[in-house]
């Protein structure tokens, strides 16, 4: 009865172990918060560029530039 008890517990642990592995969100993993931060501080120096470009030149040049921008993507 107590080899059973034993066997019941380590599979509970195996199975408590995948739950919390699958249910691992990817902030938890190394090196996520970082590139977050870094995508985050681009994102707001291309707002920041684009507020400046708006300024400066007015909505009709930063239109023009913005659709010259996103026309060379595609």
Do not use: K
């Not at 517990?9 to 931060?37: C, F, M, V």
């Not at 470009?53 to 007015?58: E, F, M, Q, T, V």
């Amino acid at each position: 009865m107590v080899l059973n008890q034993q066997a019941l517990h380590r599979a509970n642990a195996r199975w408590l172990e995948a739950t919390l592995e699958a249910n691992r969100s990817p902030a938890e993993a190394s090196g996520t918060r970082a590139s977050r931060w870094i995508l985050g501080a681009a994102g707001v120096l291309v707002l920041a560029a684009a507020i400046g470009l708006w300024a400066r030149h007015g909505a009709a040049v930063f239109f023009d530039l913005v659709s010259a921008g996103i026309a060379y993507c595609f």
